[in-house]
């Protein structure tokens, strides 16, 4: 799979499509610009799962130049798309492939509803970067994660399913491109199998899962459920894949 996934221009966003629609499964690793040294990111690089398809870059903290050193990094040692996962409108470095535009959908601070955004549009304007449009949507997953304390919003609880696909549907028609359901870094549970599949019924876009995703069989159980492209990072950094 990873020669279907390799730098071909803006072609991102159509590769995830098809593969949603093939219902061909695709796996991202999560490199957290604040977490890696050059030589330990080189290191983690050259034992990529082998059916790794994307690289994501971002931390809620991280700097613009962490951030631009890393994509470097990365970019030199891997043809997978690199794309970035802004936790804020400085995380963006015109070396990336592509970024995840995000917008907080669980949360009601303007500032990551739209201001964040605007910000970020004098160095996207000729990035050369493919923007996908991205509803974001934080599911409790256990601890209080790093989005919630900068963003100050709180995360969706597990039980509210409704409120979830709801909120999923709600970013599909104002035109987002893709759903992207997060536990948060280093979850204590990842996003339920029930939620998982509720939405995927709902929407007509591919569907992003991450956090708190640490073994082989939560992997399969969230694809099993629907995910189109699952995103893991601590559990990487700590061998667990």
Known sequence: MIDEFTQSGKRIYKDLQEAAKNQKKC??????????????????????????????????????????????ILKKNTDLPVILFPGDYKQISKAADGILFLTLLSGENPEYLIRQQIKSVKQLQHSGLEIIPTGYILIDGGIKTAVE????????????????????????????????????SGALKSVSTEIIQAVKSAISIPLIVGGG?????????????????????????????
């Open 213 to 241: 995703i640490r073994t082989p069989l939560k992997l399969q159980q969230a694809y099993e459920a629907g995910a189109d492209l699952v995103v893991v990072g601590t559990a990487f950094e700590k061998g667990e894949f």
């Open 149 to 184: 304390r900068v963003s100050h919003t709180q995360a969706l609880p597990h039980h509210d399913v409704e409120r979830v696909v709801s909120t999923a549907l709600a970013g599909e028609y104002s035109g987002k491109k893709l759903i992207y359901l997060e536990a948060g």
């Open 27 to 72: 796996f991202a690793i999560l490199f957290d610009p604040e977490e890696h040294s050059k030589d330990t990111l080189i290191q983690q690089v050259l034992h990529l799962p082998e059916f790794t398809t994307h690289i994501l870059v971002g931390g809620s903290t991280a700097t613009q130049t962490q951030t631009q050193l890393t994509v470097q």
